[in-house]
DNA sequence: GCAATGAGCGTC
DNA sequence: ACGCTCATTGCT
């Protein structure tokens, strides 16, 4: 055998592969998370790949020493680098799975949360799956009709909306839905309008069930090759045939779950958000982005229209109205008071607690009793919405087991959730928020008391004892009922799980105003009043009988604005609360937490914008509680204008750190969703 | 004075 | 986790 190069050694091999003989530098995002590698890296494209190593394909490179995944994001005659480049290792499939839109998106997304580009990709694009890829894409659907723009007519403002929409014009919009609103109707109704105009459209919802609601409605509006459904716990293969028939543009409207916010639609036209106060629409993943603010910046940078509809409002949509940004779509005071229920609270002051024995079996006070048998008798359903298990402890006799009940109104004891600081706490009445300082129990006077867990479903028992021969059903964490038929029946369930009831319900009981208005977060308000509208929009109005009795002291401005069915006043006077507390919308914030070592040398390196602040550095609550390192958080915030500067200082700081291959992580989360 | 070895670092 | 640089070591 011959020596040296003859056998194929190192230089010989090299020799084997050529660069492409046109535009021979390919730009690639590796799917490295390492904040200082956030930036595209050349490589040499083999002639072999010339063909197939298209802009947005996947490749595998060899980056420091192993072979790691990315994508390719545009190809070129030069390079800036100095030293010799690398060559592609492998294209895993001509398939441009990144557009250059979501290219763009990404890098937005990421420099707005602080991230890097590769975490959203991986957020934005789903894995392979080389078999369903292999398949040849669908026909592209027919161009749908234009659809009536009827059920927008009842809005002042909602017919000139779709009509920016089918012009093309890239108009923002913050909808107030009407309460019994067939809002999956209208939604479809807007996508289809600007699918009539042979332009894409993004419809992102909290969950499944809404999501089936939508698609349903798109269906109808637009033909079954028309729309596809996107959520992420399809399975691989249907997953990625779904996504790539949108991407291959067979299909223009879509409608998903929080990561549909990213599907690749051609010349998407509108994007629109459901229920933006849904905390199911915060990704959990860093870099932590909302749907609402991936939605924003894809329509602002695509120049297509944005729709945040809800049937509450919350601070950040607020924002968008009172800068101007959008607009709202809204119906009259009048069309708003004829089509809500009647609304009643029940609060600590009120005198009507359960003096009536059923109403004490059913625990509910009189009034909430009341309402439930009127629509009973009226044949129709009631709804019963409880807190989630295990969201505020319910308390029980420590000795016999016999649940803790108010001496004032018989409602459960509980204890109110707040920091984990150890500090004691009171018991409480779940229903009228009465303190029990000095507990006896009722059945065995003893003076102990222990924590139980009441869910849903033990609500309802007891609920139907209450009223004999009724029905109950229940709708909750494992098995959450979409409908219910139209007769008379007892609806239990936790927030956000209400299903929709045929005709309306003629009542709905709101029984976790006082542990949601107790939390000590700073969004308590706004969720408690999002939770109560979004529930109370499914019962009748108050002229066809529809009563809401709401457990919360009738002087909380969240109980006025149910009253009042005035969710944009409150959200004004929310986001006001906000500008004079410093916390977002009214500014930008960020939130860096990690070991007091760590975080103080991350500080020590931040160059703030001019506006910063730092808050803090304090214990985080909960992380002291067995687990060995303690954890520190401090808050940094600046006006919004200097959010993105922010953003890119947080940013360079972890870089010193991520740099420097310190396993110490620092995790920075910015205008994160739970506060305080 | 200079090759051989190893630790540290950037990552194309 | 490779391959580069640069410092240290050991021998002439």
């Known amino acids: 055998m011959p020596s040296g190069d003859a056998v194929g050694g190192p230089a010989e091999r090299r020799g084997e592969r050529r660069p492409a003989a046109t535009r021979s530098v390919a730009r690639v995002c590796v799917d490295v998370s390492l904040a200082h590698l956030d930036r595209p890296f050349d490589y040499h494209v ?107 007519a009842r809005y002042p403002r909602g017919r000139a909306y779709l009509a920016a929409l089918a012009a093309g014009r890239p108009a923002n919009a913050v909808w107030q839905a009407s309460p019994g609103e067939d809002w999956p109707a209208r939604l479809a109704e807007a996508a289809a309008t600007v699918a009539a105009t042979g332009r894409g459209a993004v419809l992102v919802v909290p969950d499944h069930r809404d999501l089936a609601r939508v698609h349903a409605s798109c269906v109808r509006a637009v033909g079954e090759a028309g729309v596809v459904a996107l959520s992420a716990d399809l399975g691989p293969g249907e997953r990625y045939r779904r996504w790539l028939a949108v991407r ?66 919350t601070c950040e949509a607020q924002l968008l109205v009172e800068t101007g940004w959008a607009h709202e779509v809204v119906a009259t005071r009048d069309q708003v008071r004829a089509s809500a229920p009647r609304v009643t609270a029940v609060g600590e002051t009120d005198e009507q607690l359960a003096r009536d024995q059923a109403a ?17 008798a009226a044949e129709a359903p009631v709804l019963i919405q409880v807190p989630r298990r295990g969201y505020m402890p319910v308390l029980a006799c420590a000795r016999c087991r016999e649940p803790a009940r108010c001496r004032r109104c018989a409602g459960p004891l509980s204890l109110p959730s707040g920091p984990d600081d150890g500090a004691a706490r009171p018991a409480a009445c779940r229903w009228c928020g009465a303190a029990e300082a000095a507990f006896r129990c009722a059945a065995c006077g003893a003076r102990g008391l222990r924590a139980v867990a009441v869910g849903h479903r033990r609500t309802a028992e007891e609920l139907g004892r209450a009223f004999p021969g009724v029905a109950v059903r229940t709708s909750g964490a494992g098995e959450v009922l979409a409908s219910v038929p139209g007769g008379p029946a007892l609806v239990v369930a936790t927030p956000g799980a209400e299903p929709v009831a045929e005709g309306g319900y003629g009542a709905a009981l709101l029984l976790d105003g006082w542990a949601m208005l107790g939390r000590a977060d700073l969004r308590a308000a706004e969720e408690a009043l999002r939770r109560w509208m979004t529930a109370g929009a499914l019962v009748r109005s108050g002229a066809d009988g529809g009563r809401i009795v709401v457990t919360a002291d009738s002087g909380l401005v969240a109980v006025q604005a149910i009253v009042r069915w005035d969710p944009g006043w409150h959200a004004g006077r929310e986001l006001a609360g906000r500008a004079e507390l410093g916390f977002p919308p009214a ?34 609550p909960g992380s002291t509680g067995g687990a060995p390192t303690v954890r520190e958080r401090a808050l940094v915030r600046v006006t919004r204008a200097e959010g993105r500067e922010l953003a890119a200082a947080l940013s360079a700081a972890v870089s010193v750190r991520t740099a420097r291959k310190d396993p110490d992580p620092v995790r920075v989360r910015m205008d994160p969703f739970e506060l305080l």
Request: glycine fraction near 8%; include cysteine.
């Open 46 to 152: 083999p002639d072999r790949f010339d063909a197939d190593a298209v802009p947005g394909c996947r490749v595998r490179v060899r980056f420091a020493g192993q072979l790691v995944n990315g994508f390719l994001l545009e190809r070129g005659e030069h390079t800036e680098h100095v030293g010799k480049l690398a060559f592609l290792d492998r294209v895993l499939s001509p398939e441009p799975v990144l557009t250059p839109e979501i290219a763009t998106l990404a890098r937005s997304v990421a420099d707005r949360y602080a991230g890097t580009m590769a975490d959203v990709l991986r957020l934005a694009i789903p894995p392979r799956h080389a078999r369903t890829e292999a398949k040849p894409p669908p026909e592209p659907a027919p161009v749908p009709p234009a659809p009536p723009a009827d059920g927008w």
């Open 248 to 313: 291959r543009g067979a299909v223009r409207v879509v409608v998903g779950t929080r990561a549909a916010g990213f599907a690749p639609v051609a010349d998407p036209g509108l994007f629109a958000i459901w229920d933006d106060g849904d905390d199911l629409h915060a990704e959990p993943r860093a870099p932590y982005p909302h749907a609402r603010e991936v939605l924003a910046q894809r329509a602002h940078l695509t120049g297509a229209a944005l729709l945040v509809g809800g049937f509450a409002r």
């Open 587 to 620: 500014v930008r914030m960020a939130a860096v937490d990690g070991s007091p070592e760590a975080l103080a040398a991350v500080l020590d390196d931040l160059r703030l914008p001019p506006s910063g602040e730092v808050l803090g550095p304090v214990p985080v």
């Open 360 to 376: 004490r079996t059913a625990r509910l006070p009189l009034i909430a009793f009341e309402a439930a048998r009127a629509a009973l």
